[in-house]
């Protein structure tokens, strides 16, 4: 119990917030930033990100969105160009208004690898007991092909290019990163 109450000063001595709740009060919580708008991080039990991927992602988000389930050679790609196996599982793909260029789960992956690290990524993907739940995250896709921020939406099958404002990529659902939820989604 000393070590337990150790990670925790060790935390918010770092900056962080430490939550304790009921499984219930921490599903409010969630749930309660996505339709605020509130940017956060949650690191929960698997319990309560199913729960909240079961609530969140809907059949009919994921037909908006354009998500889907990323192809085993992209997969394949990640783990031999990334060095990161069963990081992602699925993601939209927007395409870059600049130049065309599609950002996919490859180019999610690459632009966490840049913006983090790669033992920041690995760290989570590590995690045996926690999932991490991103809420409206704040970074922008960036096209690695030409540098610009993407700022259309997703692109759907059967269509060329969908057009919207500056959208966040959606992603996840592996054991340890559940993916992202954003607001006005709900």
């Known amino acids: 119990m000393e070590r337990k109450f150790a990670t925790v000063d060790e935390a918010v001595g770092g900056g962080d917030c430490v939550i304790a709740a009921s499984d219930d009060a921490m599903l409010n919580l969630i749930k309660g930033a996505v339709e605020a708008g509130i940017s956060a991080t949650f690191y929960v039990p698997r319990g309560i990100a ?6 969140y992602w809907t059949p009919e ?4 969105l354009g998500v889907e389930v990323v192809s085993p050679d992209e997969l394949s790609r990640i783990e031999k160009e990334l060095g990161f196996k069963d990081v992602i599982h699925f993601a939209n793909r927007t395409p870059c208004e600049n130049c065309g260029h599609v950002y996919g789960a490859f180019e999610f992956v690459e632009q966490g690898i840049r913006a983090h690290g790669r033992e920041a990524v690995a760290s989570v993907l590590d995690m045996k007991t ?3 739940i991103r809420v409206n995250p704040s970074e922008v896709s ?5 540098g610009q921020r993407i700022t259309r ?16 990529h959606h992603y ?6 559940a993916g992202c939820c954003t607001g006005g989604q709900v």
């Open 50 to 55: 199913e729960a909240v991927m079961s609530w």
């Open 172 to 177: 996840g659902g592996t054991s340890a990163y």
């Open 142 to 146: 960036i096209c690695p092909n030409c």
């Open 130 to 132: 926690a999932v991490l």
């Open 61 to 64: 988000r994921i037909k908006e």
């Open 153 to 168: 939406g997703a692109l759907k099958l059967g269509e060329r290019i969908v057009g919207g404002t500056e959208v966040p």
